[in-house]
């Protein structure tokens, strides 16, 4: 007998919907193929590369399952099965002269452009381990460099984390080695991956599919690459910061024009041109894929109508000048007319996407109802890089409505509902019990309506969480919707959510990534006050002046009405203690490797600390452990 806690195959439904999908996809661009392979190079001897603790950061063994097998399983929708053989292609390409990227050993992807003393890296990628790797085989195979420098191309970890797999701190504080960044660059990594960091990598774990098993019945692809390297990242700041559009810098005998896109796909980004190579790297902001306005991991909502006018602003200022355009995923398009082409449907399709949303959205339909009802037109669909891999026009269009006018749709019914496990018992009465609700689920399931099953039964699980017949039968819709979906981040949240139901898991939890060291002052405090258990603070107020000896800084802590405040380059003439310290005090209490007691007993404390321990006796430590798909 079949256990009911395992993965099921494809139904027959689920396989009627990917054949039909595989009939009338009609993608007009076979080139892929030949731009994702074009000057290979090599390959990483093994394809397994080795994480920092032991154990296998990277494998692309773990895809040979779709680099044997050109149709799709009934299990994959054919257009994402396609898309992810692309990405499984993996190696050391020649792009241009004098230009190679790494492609395959990570989500994003490494280049190596050639310096005059040294390898100037763009985006050293996710982990140290992958990093160093394809250094590596860029040095056994063009000729060993160091590395004289690091463009980060935006604020996302995946183009960072693997800084010290391509240089150390202490090559950086040296001067020995430039990192250039967008403005705001530090900040909004900051913000992104520390202060929301545990419910982000807790949803990220949906989005990537991290833990799911690769194969036709688990994780396949992310849409941008394969997947996320089981490795840690870390971060050292940039040197320089690039915040005018046009600011032209010779880096290693390399001459580099910036385009600075602040609000595009990430907060801060930058494209650049590397005029005596005619290349050019568009970040993120294009990739052979319809990105995303919102990720599932949560992020600031992006402006679609910015991102589109800053790929038109690249092609009014790079566009005669460039012969190719390269990202920081994917493959690249090669020679002007199509690196033209491929932007100029890229802007379209943020555009169409943002103004399509609005025109709706001003005849009165709700966030929803646009989801459902806008459909891709033709004139992209029928290209492979205008799909939904990784973003979707569904949830895109809800990112857009969301920016302008937030959650609520206007109905006061949806003003103040119940949370879900409110809600639910209140349907689940409603609908004479749980037993009753999930029969009639079965029925709904039966005839392959698995989105009504889910939304069923998740009234059901939130009503009573133990309930393994609506546990295992949302599982169920849950696993067939995956199957059936073409984006990688929908078929990973849908699998992940049925392994979690059958498994009774809350996932795992996060190790936060290795950032403090790299945060000012101002940062550090603000992460004091969203770890800050405000209940347990009471009525307790105070101020103290804290002087950071190493980086010649005061700057005034306070706590009143159960927040707390700070101020920069100032003293309070009436504070309850005066302590002088260094910032890697403060970051190591943040760390959890101190007490607050340790430090003052160590450090020079003038006045009562008890506002000090109140405040640092009091932060929240995150586990990134909590239900998403239940209670």
């Not at 996302?156 to 240089?167: E, S």
Request: aromatic share 8%; glycine share 10%; proline share 5%.
């Amino acid at each position: 007998m079949t256990d009911p806690r395992e993965s099921k195959g494809p139904s027959q439904f689920t396989t009627r919907v990917n054949s039909q999908a595989g009939s009338i996809l009609t993608l007009d661009d076979p080139g892929d193929w030949e731009r994702a392979t074009r000057g290979k190079i090599a390959e990483h001897p093994t394809g397994a590369i080795a994480g920092p603790l032991g154990g296998i950061a990277w494998n692309t063994a773990d895809f040979d399952f779709m680099r044997e097998q050109e149709q799709s399983p009934d299990s994959v929708h054919p257009s994402l099965w396609r898309h992810g053989r692309l990405n499984a292609v993996h190696g050391l390409f020649e792009v241009a002269p004098g230009v190679w990227q790494c492609r395959g050993y990570d989500l994003s992807n490494i280049t190596f452009i050639k310096g005059k003393n040294g390898w100037i890296v763009i985006d050293p990628l996710t982990t140290a381990v992958t990093a160093a790797a394809c250094l590596e085989l860029a040095n056994q195979h063009l000729g060993a460099r160091p590395v004289t420098a690091v463009l980060y191309t935006h604020s996302h970890a995946d183009h960072y984390g693997g800084i010290l797999g391509v240089t150390t701190r202490e090559d950086v504080e040296a001067g020995n080695v430039r990192i250039l960044a967008p403005e705001g660059f530090l900040r909004e990594a900051v913000s992104e991956n520390l202060l929301a960091g545990p419910v982000m990598n807790r949803r990220a774990l949906y989005q990537f599919g991290i833990l799911l098993p690769k194969g036709p019945l688990g994780h396949v692809d992310c849409g941008l690459g394969k997947t996320i390297p089981l490795a840690q990242g870390d971060l050292i700041g940039p040197t320089e910061e690039i915040s005018l559009t046009g600011t032209e810098l010779d880096i290693d005998g390399v001459r580099v024009v910036f385009q600075n896109t602040p609000g595009t796909e990430a907060p801060a980004e930058m494209n650049f041109l590397f005029p005596d190579h005619g290349a050019l790297c568009i970040a993120e902001n294009c990739t052979h894929t319809l990105h995303n306005a919102l990720p599932f991991r949560g992020a600031q909502v992006r402006d679609t109508l910015v991102w589109s006018k800053y790929i038109q602003e690249a092609l009014d200022i790079f566009g005669d000048r460039m012969d190719l355009v390269f990202s920081t995923h994917n493959w690249p398009r090669f020679g002007r007319d199509d690196a033209v082409k491929y932007l100029e449907l890229q802007r379209d399709l943020y555009r169409w996407v943002h103004d399509q949303t609005l025109r709706r959205m001003n005849h009165g339909e709700t966030q929803r109802e646009i989801a459902e009802d806008l459909v891709l037109p033709d004139c992209f669909a029928r290209h492979g890089h205008t799909r939904g891999y990784y973003g979707t026009i569904h949830h895109n269009a809800k990112a857009v409505y969301q920016r302008y006018i937030g959650w609520y749709d206007g109905n006061p019914a949806n003003l103040n509902p119940h949370t879900p496990e409110a809600s639910g018992k209140r349907y689940v009465a409603a609908m004479g019990g749980a037993d009753a609700v999930v029969k009639q689920a079965h029925d709904a399931f039966t005839k392959g309506d698995y989105r009504w099953v889910t939304e069923l039964l998740n009234h059901v699980v939130f009503a009573e969480p133990e309930h393994e017949g609506a546990r295992l039968l949302q599982a169920d819709a849950f696993e067939q919707l995956g199957y059936q979906a073409e984006s990688g981040p929908w078929r990973d949240s849908y699998l992940t959510a049925a392994m979690e139901l059958r498994t009774a898991s809350n996932g795992v939890g996060a190790n936060p990534r290795n950032i403090t060291d790299q945060l000012d002052v101002d940062m550090l405090f603000d992460l004091v006050g969203v770890r800050l258990r405000d209940q347990d603070v009471g009525e307790a107020s105070g101020t103290a002046n804290w002087t950071f000896t190493d980086i010649d800084q005061t700057h005034v802590l306070g706590l009143s009405h159960c927040t707390i405040h700070h101020r920069a380059d100032t003293i309070d003439d009436n504070a309850d203690v005066n302590i002088a310290s260094t910032r890697a005090d403060l970051a190591s209490m943040l760390r959890g490797e101190r007490t607050i007691d340790e430090v003052i007993d160590s450090v020079d404390v003038k006045g009562d600390p008890t506002i000090l321990r109140t405040i640092f006796s009091n932060l929240d430590m995150f586990s990134g452990r909590f239900g998403i798909v239940e209670p």
